[in-house]
C-alpha cells in the first residue's frame, strides 16, 4: 500500500501511525504532489490493482466548476493510465458544488482518452496492412532504393561479406532479381505483381548478382525491414511475400513508436492520434521507407518534451536524440526542443545544464559518427567558387571487394545477371554529358546550385524559389496531408483536392480545445516548437535548392512530407482558445479519418486502373 499527500504534515502523522500499528512493511507514504506522481515515472503501469483518489476539493463555489473540472479529468485520466485491465478506481470530488453527472461525464470522457493510444493501434493496423498490400511493389517513395538496401542488410545478418553488394550490383535469391534501378508506375499489372505467387516457395540456394543502388545511411534505418527480409528468406516464402513481410516490420516498429508518443502526450493526445494516422505517414509505414523510424522518434520525443520530462528522462531522451540526428541531418533541430522543458523538472539549472549537455551531444556524436558525407558536401560547398569534385578512390578496397566476389561467390557458382528495361537506356543516356557542353543528353546541367553560385548568383536564386512556390506549393501540400501517391516525383498519383481538404480539416480540428478547457501549449515550448519547425522547413529548402541543376527553372527535391515529423509543432501552435468545440470530438474525428482513407484508397485504385492499358 502506498500512500501520497503533498502536505510534510500528512505524511509525517501518517509514518507514525504506520509506525505504532507495525505495518512498516506493508504502508509506504510519500510526500509527493500526486499529479507528478502520477505521470512521472514513479508508479509504473500495472502495478497497482487499485487506486484511490481523495483529492481536497478543487472547487469551493459554482464559479469554479469549468476550472475543477479539468483538474478532476486530469488526475483521473493519470489514474486510469496506470491500471491495469480489469483494475478498481474509486474517486472522489469532495465538493457539493459539483453535480453528480458532471462529475460521471467527466469520468466517461476521461476513460475514453485513457483507451486512445490502443484505439490508434487498431486503426493503423488495419489501414497500414492494407496500404501494405495495396501499394505496388518499388510503388512507395524510393522504395526501390530502400528495399535493395533492407536486403543488403539482411545479407550482411546472414554472412555474406559487404552485405553481397559490390560494383554496383547485389547478391539476391533469383526470383527477386527484377529491374531495381528505377520505380515503378501505379497500375493493375504492377498490383497484380504483389498477389501473383504470393504462396509459392523458393529454394535458399539459387542466388544471382543484380544491378542495383544502395544507400549510405544510418544502419538502424533499415533494421526493421532487414529482420522482415531476413525471416522472409528463411522461410523460404516468395518474393511478394518478402516484400509484404518487410513492408510489415516497419509498420510494427512505426506503431510501436507512435502508440508510447501517444501514451506520453500529456494533452492533445487525439492530434497525435490523428497526425500519424493521415495517408502519408502510414504509405511511409506500410512500406521499405527508413522516414517510418524518423517520424515515430521524432513524434516520441516531442511528446516527451510535452510532458515535460525531467533529470529521470534524460537517457531516454539522449537514446531518441542519438537516433534521431544521423537519421537526417535536417532532424537534429528537433533536439534543440529540451531547452524548452523548465530547469527545476531537472532539479535545478546546475543540473539541467548537465542533463542538455548530455542529450546535446549524443546527437552531435552520432551525427558526426554517420554523416562524413554531408560534412564534405558542406566543405565542397562553402567555397565562393565552383570547382570540381575529386571522387576519392580506396583502391585497396576496391581490389578486396572485387576479390572476394571473384573468389568467394564464383566459385560458389554464382553469376551476374542484368535485367533489362527501357528506363535503363534512358537513366544512361540521361548521366552522359554531350561534348563540352556542361549538359547531359537529358538536358541537366552539371553545374548546382552550390553556396558559391548562389552568392554570384542571387536574382536568378529569388527567380528560382519564386517559381517554386508558384508552380510547386500544391505539390507540397499534398505531400504532406495525403493527396498523392506512390513516388512523389517520378510517377506521382494526384488524387482530388476535396481529400486534401478534409485531411486538412480533420488534422486541425483534432487540436481544437473543448470550450471550458484551458489551453496548456503555450509559453516557451510553443515559440520553441515554431522556432525549430520553421528551422527544419529552412533547411529542407536550402538542401532542396543545393540539389538542383542551375538551368531548372524550380527547385528539385524539396518535398512536403519532410515536414511529417514536426507537423504535431506546427499544427499545435495555432491552438488557442478562442476557436473552440462546443463538445469533444475524438471518436467522430477518428471515424471521419478513416473513412476519408478509405474513400482515397479506392480512388487511387480507380487511377490504377484507368492507368493500365490492355493489349489484345
Known amino acids: 500500500v502506498t500512500a501520497v499527500d503533498i502536505s510534510a504534515l500528512a505524511v509525517a502523522e501518517t509514518n507514525e501511525n504506520i509506525r505504532r500499528n507495525g505495518l512498516e512493511n506493508v504502508v509506504t507514504c510519500v510526500e509527493a504532489d500526486v499529479f507528478d506522481y502520477l505521470s512521472g515515472g514513479s508508479v509504473k503501469p500495472g502495478q497497482y490493482d487499485f487506486i484511490i483518489l481523495d483529492p481536497p476539493a478543487f472547487t469551493k463555489s459554482r464559479k469554479t466548476v469549468e476550472s475543477a473540472m479539468r483538474g478532476y479529468k486530469e488526475i483521473n485520466l493519470r489514474a486510469m493510465k496506470l491500471l491495469p485491465r480489469g483494475g478498481y478506481l474509486a474517486t472522489c470530488s469532495c465538493s457539493h458544488f459539483m453535480p453528480a453527472w458532471r462529475f460521471e461525464d467527466m469520468l466517461k470522457d476521461a476513460a475514453a482518452k485513457a483507451k486512445v493510444s490502443t484505439v490508434f493501434v487498431f486503426i493503423a493496423m488495419v489501414t497500414g496492412i492494407i496500404f501494405s498490400l495495396y ?17 543488403s542488410m539482411s545479407n550482411k545478418w546472414q554472412g555474406h561479406p ?24 501505379y497500375n ?62 516497419n509498420l510494427a516498429l512505426y506503431i510501436a513508436l507512435v502508440y508510447f508518443a501517444i501514451r506520453k502526450m500529456p494533452f492533445f493526445k487525439t492530434a497525435m492520434e490523428v497526425i500519424a494516422l493521415t495517408p502519408v505517414p502510414l504509405q511511409l509505414a506500410a512500406s521499405f521507407s527508413y522516414d517510418t523510424l524518423v517520424i515515430g522518434l521524432c513524434f516520441l520525443f516531442i511528446a516527451s518534451v510535452l510532458e515535460k520530462a525531467g ?59 554517420y554523416n562524413q558525407g554531408v560534412m564534405k558536401f558542406v566543405r565542397e560547398n562553402l567555397t565562393p567558387w565552383l570547382g570540381e569534385v575529386h571522387k576519392v578512390v580506396d583502391l585497396e578496397e576496391v581490389e578486396r571487394e572485387q ?53 554570384r548568383n542571387i536574382p536568378q536564386t529569388v527567380k528560382l524559389v519564386i517559381n517554386t512556390l508558384q508552380e510547386n506549393t500544391e505539390l507540397y501540400i499534398r505531400q504532406i496531408f495525403g493527396g498523392i501517391f506512390g513516388e512523389s516525383i517520378v510517377s506521382p498519383v494526384k488524387l482530388s483536392w476535396l481529400y486534401v481538404i478534409a485531411v486538412m480539416a480533420i488534422v486541425f480540428a ?15 515550448v510553443k515559440w520553441m516548437g515554431l522556432a525549430v519547425s520553421l528551422a527544419i522547413a529552412a533547411l529542407v529548402c536550402v538542401a532542396g535548392i543545393m540539389w ?41 474525428l477518428l471515424f471521419a479519418l478513416c473513412a476519408v482513407n478509405v474513400l482515397m484508397l479506392l480512388d487511387g485504385l480507380t487511377i490504377m486502373l484507368a492507368n493500365t492499358t490492355v493489349y489484345y
Open 135 to 151: 501499394t505496388p511493389i518499388k510503388g512507395a517513395p524510393d522504395e526501390y532504393v530502400h528495399i535493395t538496401t533492407a536486403y
Open 162 to 185: 559487404y552485405g553481397g553488394y559490390y560494383e554496383g550490383t547485389l547478391l539476391m535469391r533469383e526470383s527477386d532479381a527484377i529491374d531495381w534501378m528505377n520505380p515503378v508506375n
Open 188 to 249: 493493375a499489372f504492377e498490383l497484380h505483381d504483389i498477389y501473383e505467387n504470393f504462396e509459392k516457395t523458393e529454394k535458399a540456394d539459387n542466388f544471382v548478382f543484380i544491378k542495383a543502388n544502395k544507400a549510405n545511411v544510418f544502419p538502424p534505418l533499415y533494421w526493421a525491414q532487414a529482420a522482415g527480409i531476413s525471416l522472409a528468406k528463411l522461410m523460404g516464402v516468395s518474393f511478394s511475400a518478402l516484400i509484404v513481410m518487410g513492408r510489415l516490420a
Open 311 to 369: 533529470l529521470k528522462d534524460t537517457l531516454l531522451l539522449a537514446v531518441l536524440a542519438a537516433f534521431i540526428a544521423p537519421g537526417k541531418t535536417i532532424y537534429i533541430l528537433v533536439v534543440a526542443l529540451v531547452l524548452a522543458i523548465p530547469f527545476d523538472k531537472f532539479g535545478g539549472k546546475k543540473k539541467a545544464f548537465i542533463s542538455i549537455a548530455v542529450i546535446a551531444a549524443a546527437a552531435v556524436v552520432m551525427w558526426l559518427c
Open 403 to 455: 576479390f572476394i566476389k571473384d573468389q568467394w561467390y564464383e566459385s560458389l557458382g554464382i553469376e551476374e545477371i542484368k535485367v533489362e528495361s527501357e528506363s535503363d537506356a534512358i537513366d544512361s543516356a540521361a548521366k552522359e554529358e554531350i561534348e563540352g557542353t556542361g549538359i547531359t543528353s537529358a538536358g541537366d546541367s552539371l553545374t548546382f546550385y552550390s553556396v558559391g553560385y548562389i552568392l
Open 510 to 524: 483534432s487540436a481544437l480545445l473543448p470550450q471550458g478547457e484551458s489551453l496548456q501549449y503555450r509559453g516557451r
Open 548 to 588: 538542383t541543376p542551375v538551368n531548372y527553372t524550380t527547385a528539385f527535391g524539396i518535398q512536403g512530407r519532410y515536414l511529417i515529423p514536426v507537423l504535431p509543432l506546427i499544427v499545435l501552435f495555432f491552438t488557442n482558445e478562442n476557436i473552440t468545440l462546443k463538445k469533444k470530438t475524438d471518436g467522430t
